[in-house]
């Protein structure tokens, strides 16, 4: 069974201390993996997408990395805005998204 | 582009009633998925539909169904309702079936079981 493993469950950074999340993963042959950021009261927003090992992608303040065990997510000098829940998911050979429990991120000034 | 939208925002309802929710995918868009949140499970996958036809189900009960229609659109159904089926109910579509292809949320269909 898939697994999705966030760490830590709760961040609190001044605006522009930089950061990072971690997401650890086990899966059955990965077809991707997926960012995405959560405010409260609304759905989910796709931030990334990762395929394989080494890849990295990147948009504004946040870098995506991967692995072959767990993938990262930098904050580069943060704002409030980016103030949220980031999840992270897989998709495995079974073909669904397993998502890890998020973690939130609070920015203050 | 329109984004994924769901009807209705918010429900009350009361145990061993039943519920349907109804989800439109972005346009073109002919994937649509369906995930239960919870604060203690956190994100589950209910089941996946393409070209009107379940591709994949999550680890839930039969009180869970789904279907699509012929325009993509989608709705879910719980039959006798339980306390434990209090969630955000999120609709997510996709260009084509697959959990590998990115998946776009709508803003759900918060349940109260009372």
């Known amino acids: 069974e898939d697994q999705v493993t966030q760490s830590p469950e709760a961040l609190r950074l001044q605006e522009g201390e930089s950061s990072s999340l971690n997401c650890s993963y086990t899966v059955s042959g990965l077809r991707g993996l997926f960012w995405y950021r959560q405010d409260p009261g609304k759905g989910p927003e796709f931030l990334f997408t990762?395929?394989?090992a080494g890849e990295e992608k990147e948009k504004e303040r946040l870098k995506a990395t991967l692995t072959k065990k767990e993938s990262f997510l930098h904050i580069t000098a943060p704002k409030p805005e980016d103030s949220a829940t980031y999840l992270c998911?897989?998709?495995?050979?079974?073909?669904?998204?397993?998502f890890g429990t998020g973690t939130r991120l609070q920015v203050t000034l | 582009k329109a984004g994924v939208t769901q009807t209705p925002r918010y429900l009350i309802k009361t145990r061993g009633q039943q519920v349907t929710l109804s989800c439109s995918p972005i346009?073109?868009?002919?994937?649509v998925s369906w995930y239960q949140q919870t604060p203690g499970q956190g994100l589950q996958f209910l089941f996946e539909y393409f070209s009107e036809t379940q591709r994949n189900k999550g680890n839930f009960p039969g009180r869970f169904s789904g279907r699509q229609f012929s325009n993509s659109r989608s709705e879910m159904n719980v039959s006798t309702l339980e306390l434990g089926d209090s969630a955000l109910y999120l609709c997510?579509?996709?260009?084509?079936?697959?959990?590998?292809?990115?998946?776009?949320f709508g803003p759900g269909t918060r349940l109260t079981v009372t």
């Open positions: 990762l395929y394989s």
């Open positions: 997510a579509s996709s260009l084509a079936p697959g959990a590998e292809h990115e998946q776009y």
């Open positions: 998911a897989v998709a495995g050979t079974a073909s669904k998204l397993t």
């Open positions: 346009s073109g868009h002919r994937s």
